[in-house]
């Protein structure tokens, strides 16, 4: 099994900044595919930003512009860096992983970011 662990979440401000970690761990093969992903309150769970092995990359519209996804495949870890935080933001972030070798999608167990004055 993958094991993932998020980490770098906490309260910031409008506007502020953070940067969200993700290391893999465990019985690792192949991670082909990382993500993020975010639940708000009272929300479902929604694909924040993905990225693949080639460096390709995805995110939501709503946050183009201002999140950041990268990784590196050295270290199994991958990084959210999140600007211009909005009180939207709010949410438990989690980590997903989904290794080719064990053929399974693998989730963190979240953390929280606060976005409030």
Do not use: H
Request: proline residues 2%; charged residues 15%; aromatic residues 12%.
């Amino acid at each position: 099994q993958v094991q993932l662990v998020e980490s770098g979440g906490g309260l910031v401000q409008p506007g502020g900044s953070l940067r969200l970690s993700c290391a893999a761990s465990g019985r690792i093969f192949n991670i082909y595919r990382m993500g993020w992903y975010r639940q708000g309150p009272g929300s479902q769970r929604e694909l924040v930003a993905e990225i693949w092995l080639s460096g390709n990359t995805n995110y939501a519209d709503s946050v183009k512009g201002r999140f950041i996804i990268s990784r590196d495949n050295t270290q199994n870890t991958a990084y959210l860096q999140m600007n211009s935080l909005k009180t939207e933001d709010t949410a438990v972030y989690y980590c997903n992983a989904f290794d080719t070798g064990n053929g399974m999608n693998f989730w963190g167990e979240g953390t929280l970011v606060t976005v409030s004055s």
